[in-house]
Structure formats: structure tokens, C-alpha cells
């Protein structure tokens, strides 16, 4: 029998791992020093971001297929020193192609290859409650832009673009290394040698059953939107709004507590709530963000009102995906099934950082790219009223 207490330390150190993958979401904080530096166009700094989610989320499913409770510890340290090496390596890189190759492939395979661990840990220890838990963990990834956003900004002043990517890379090393330590030793590894795979719940196949691409395309449609908004925060904030780069920092850090609660506020929403109401409640509030930002005249209020409900929207669906996933699709493949789901997010990461660094380049300004959620947010709309489930809760 697991003790509350054991469990409870499981959950810190699963909050703790999410906190150093996270740090993705700090990227437009480099992206204008980069630019600058290595003289390159808004859609070229975007490529490292783009393709770290792109293969963050093709890893995913990898990860999922083989996680068990006899090898988690291994896929970690594996998944460790590819975040280390991706990081660290791009810190002597002097284009934006090998920054792309080191930190958004190497660094973006190994935040895949330990995203998926944490999740694994709390969907097999808790029966209750499992959407606020998963929220609880998940709201370390969205949280790290608040601690890493203002010492990216110090570092990049003090030392310099590709030295804050070493410096990172060398403290993620520290840290994770130190947490493999601690879930490779007997009184972690025990209490999983314990579980026994059972089928609590009905099992869905994956095999693109009308489950599976209803989550797969709300989680993509809900991704599209987030990601690009935290990959554009930054320079919106400085082109449109005028707002300094150093004020820019605290209002990421800002951005990221919104993204943090927003795993737990929708994962408790989930355990109360018909989740197609939940849904809809995420889809309405994007669209008034889209809509105050778009007709804005270079309001701060108006910006960070804007991007803290497209923040708080991203951890929402972030904690959405993964409690549908074990709600509909069942709870002894979890881990397979969130991994495939979870390429939507790679997809959403490729199409809308392209998509909105081609209107920046056609229109001079990422204000059109609000336009595009709008449309994207009717049509969620529609097909959510017209989604049969089957009577799923």
C-alpha cells in the first residue's frame, strides 16, 4: 500500500521535472536577441520553437508505447542528458540552423522522452480526483516561464544569448540528474514494482475511432491557438505595444501563472463538470481575448488581459487532453494513448508558428493572426454542438 505521504512526494518531484521542461515557453524572451544577433527575420527565430513542440510531441507516443513501471527511471535518464546536450550545444552555435538542430531537435526529443513519466506516475497512484492531480503536475510546465523568463532576461543582459543557453543547460543537468537519484532509488522504485496492470475502465482502441479524432482535433485546435500566443507574446508586446523587453520579462512571469492555474482550474473543472461545458467555457473566453486584442490601441491593459486568458486557456487545454484521454479512451493504455494524442500538439507547434510568421512578414504585425482564431474558434464551436458522445461525462 502507497502512504499519503510517499504520494505527496511523488507529486513534488513530478511538479519539480515539469518546472525545467517548461522552459520552452520562455522561448520569445530569446527571440529578439537572437535576432538581433545573428541578424535574422521573426519567421527564422520561430524555427528552434517550432521544431523543439514538433518533436516534443512526436516523442510522445514513442515514450508512451514502452513506459512501465520497471523502466520509467531508465527513459529518464536518457530523456535527461538529450535535454542537457540540446540546451548546452546551442550555446556554441553561431546560426539559427544549428540552434534549431541542437536545441529544438535534441532538446525537444528529450522533454518529449520525460514529459509523458510524471503523467504515468500520477495516473497510476491517484483513483481520485485524477483531472485536479494531472492539473497540479501539468501547472509546473506552464509555471516555469515565471522563474525562467525574468533569468533568461538577466542572463541574456549580463552574459549574452548563447551563454544564458549554456548556463540553463548546465543547471537542468543538476537538477534532473539529481531527481533520477532519487526515483532510481529503492523507496521510490517499490511502491510501482507494487501496481499490477488493470483494467479499471473500458479500453477504446486508438485506431482513429471518433473518440480519438474528437480529442485529437480540440486538442490541436486548442494548442494552434496557445502556443502561438505564448511563441508571439514577446513581440507583440514590444511592436504593438511598446512595451520594453526588461517589463516584458515580468509580464511573462505574469502570463505563466495564468498558464499554471489554468491546468488546475480546468482539470477541477472537469472533475465537477460535463466536459463539453468546459470546453465551451475555454472557446468563449478565447474569443473575447482575440477579439480585445484585435480592436486594441496599444493598451497594455487590454495586452495583458489578452494574453493572460490565452495563457490561462493553454494550461487549460492541457489538462483537458490528458483527463479526456483517461475519461473516454480508458485508463489501462493511458500512457499510449496520451502520446498519440499529444501529436496534435507537435502539428498545431509547426502550422501555427509558420502561419503567424508569415502574416508578421506579409502585414508587418501579428494582429491578423487574431483574426485566424476567431475563425478557428466558430468552427470549434460548431463542432462541438454537433459531437455525439456517446453519453461519456
Known amino acids: 500500500m502507497i502512504k499519503s505521504n510517499d504520494k505527496k512526494l511523488i507529486l513534488l518531484i513530478s511538479i519539480i521535472t515539469m518546472l525545467c521542461l517548461g522552459t520552452i515557453y520562455s522561448w520569445s524572451i530569446f527571440r529578439k536577441p537572437l535576432e538581433d544577433l545573428l541578424g535574422i527575420s521573426p519567421l527564422q527565430s520561430g524555427l528552434p520553437y517550432m521544431f523543439f513542440l ?40 553561431k546560426n539559427i540552423y544549428l540552434i534549431t538542430i541542437f536545441y529544438g531537435f535534441l532538446g525537444g526529443i528529450g522533454v518529449g522522452i520525460i514529459y509523458g513519466i510524471p503523467l504515468f506516475w500520477i495516473n497510476t497512484l491517484f483513483n481520485k480526483n485524477k483531472g485536479r492531480y494531472i492539473g497540479i503536475v501539468l501547472a509546473g510546465f506552464g509555471l516555469s516561464p515565471f522563474t525562467t523568463a525574468p533569468i533568461a532576461n538577466i542572463l541574456i543582459s549580463k552574459y549574452g544569448v548563447l551563454n544564458a543557453f549554456k548556463i540553463f543547460g548546465l543547471a537542468f543537468y543538476i537538477i534532473l ?17 507494487q501496481i499490477k496492470e488493470e483494467d479499471k475502465k473500458h479500453d477504446i ?18 494548442t494552434f491557438i ?6 508571439i507574446a514577446a513581440p507583440v508586446g514590444n511592436e504593438i505595444h511598446k512595451i520594453p523587453l526588461n517589463i516584458l520579462s515580468l509580464y511573462l512571469s505574469i502570463f505563466a501563472l495564468f498558464n499554471a492555474f489554468g491546468r488546475i482550474l480546468y482539470g477541477f473543472l472537469l472533475d465537477k463538470l460535463y466536459y463539453k461545458k468546459v470546453m465551451l467555457i475555454s472557446l468563449i473566453s478565447i474569443t473575447f481575448a482575440a477579439l480585445f486584442e484585435f480592436f486594441n490601441v496599444e493598451s497594455k491593459l487590454v495586452y495583458i488581459l489578452t494574453f493572460s486568458i490565452l495563457w490561462l486557456n493553454l494550461g487549460g487545454w492541457l489538462s483537458i487532453a490528458p483527463t479526456l484521454t483517461e475519461k473516454i479512451l480508458g485508463n489501462k493504455n493511458f500512457s499510449k494513448n496520451y502520446g498519440y494524442i499529444f501529436t496534435a500538439y507537435g502539428t498545431s507547434a509547426i502550422t501555427g508558428t509558420l502561419l503567424s ?37
Open 226 to 231: 496557445g502556443l502561438t500566443s505564448i511563441s
Open 357 to 393: 510568421g508569415y502574416l508578421r512578414t506579409v502585414f508587418n504585425s501579428y494582429k491578423y493572426f487574431f483574426i485566424i482564431i476567431l475563425i478557428i474558434i466558430l468552427v470549434g464551436i460548431v463542432g462541438l454542438i454537433l459531437y455525439k458522445d456517446n453519453g461519456y461525462k
Open 205 to 222: 482502441s486508438i485506431k482513429l475511432s471518433k473518440q480519438f479524432i474528437f480529442i485529437w482535433l480540440f486538442f490541436f485546435l486548442g
Open 177 to 193: 540528474f539529481s531527481i533520477y537519484i532519487c526515483i532510481n532509488s529503492n523507496c521510490i522504485k517499490r511502491y510501482f514494482i
Open 54 to 93: 514538433l518533436f516534443y510531441s512526436l516523442f510522445m507516443p514513442i515514450t508512451g508505447n514502452i513506459i512501465s513501471y520497471k523502466n520509467y527511471h531508465k527513459i529518464f535518464f536518457i530523456g535527461l542528458h538529450f535535454l542537457f546536450l540540446g540546451w548546452f550545444l546551442a550555446g556554441f552555435s
